[in-house]
T-cell receptor, first 111, second 114 residues
Framework: DAKTTQPPSMDCAEGRAANLPCNHS???????VYWYRQIHSQGPQYIIH???NNETNEMASLIITEDRKSSTLILPHATLRDTAVYYC????????????FGKGTSLLVTP | GAVVSQHPSWVICKSGTSVKIECRSL??????MFWYRQFPKQSLMLMAT?????????EQGVEKDKFLINHASLTLSTLTVTSAHPEDSSFYIC??????????FGSGTRLTVV
């Protein structure tokens, strides 16, 4: 899996957009970018994934740069319940291997 | 969407006893189940990988005789912590993999050994 780099922590005001960056400069052509989050004392939750096109679902948007060396997860209207650790993971789809979690970004949404 | 039900959500046991944690995939068949543990303020660390009907593969440093994994069916995997000690206190999480749903995680089990 390609190495990823995320800021250790970020703050965001409730109702504002939260933009979480991830650098993955060594990503290979067949590797996807996955985002998961872990709310305190719960199991990780899948958010979104993408290969090279921008993706959007009911939870978030994923913006991947044209050279695919970095991406940004966008929570358009952050709520207090979005306070969690967000993990950016790069890997081949359906590889059969476990997801490797780095340290992630601890997002704190404040009132 | 896919759901993995993990039980119990928390357990307290005495040192020297064994504890079993169950993970069931409710609406998909988990051909592979991964087991993680997470210590306070740390990230998830993979303990072992199990495929249905096969012996589990353990990560380096994880004692296979202490952490017994059974994956007898495509919908059930169990982790038994044998002869538990206080240093085994941790948050244990399972993750089922299916080619359609990708990775689905259980809600975790908080184990406290006293």
């Amino acid at each position: 899996d390609a190495k990823t780099t995320q800021p250790p922590s970020m703050d965001c005001a409730e109702g504002r957009a939260a933009n979480l960056p991830c650098n993955h400069s060594t990503i290979s052509g067949n590797e996807y970018v996955y985002w998961y989050r872990q709310i305190h004392s719960q199991g990780p939750q899948y958010i979104i994934h993408g290969l090279k096109n921008n993706e959007t679902n009911e939870m978030a948007s994923l913006i991947i740069t044209e050279d695919r060396k970095s991406s940004t997860l966008i929570l358009p209207h952050a709520t207090l319940r979005d306070t969690a650790v967000y993990y950016c993971i790069v890997r081949v789809r359906n590889s059969g291997y476990a997801l490797n979690f780095g340290k992630g970004t601890s997002l704190l949404v404040t009132p | 969407g896919a759901v993995v039900s993990q039980h119990p959500s928390w357990v307290i046991c005495k040192s020297g006893t064994s504890v079993k944690i169950e993970c069931r995939s409710l609406d998909f068949q988990a051909t592979t189940m991964f087991w993680y543990r997470q210590f306070p303020k740390q990230s998830l660390m993979l303990m072992a990988t199990s495929n249905e009907g096969s012996k589990a593969t353990y990560e380096q440093g994880v004692e296979k005789d202490k952490f017994l994994i059974n994956h007898a069916s495509l919908t059930l995997s169990t982790l038994t912590v044998t002869s538990a000690h206080p240093e085994d206190s941790s948050f244990y999480i399972c993750s089922g993999q299916d080619h359609n749903y990708g990775y689905t995680f259980g809600s975790g089990t908080r184990l406290t050994v006293v």
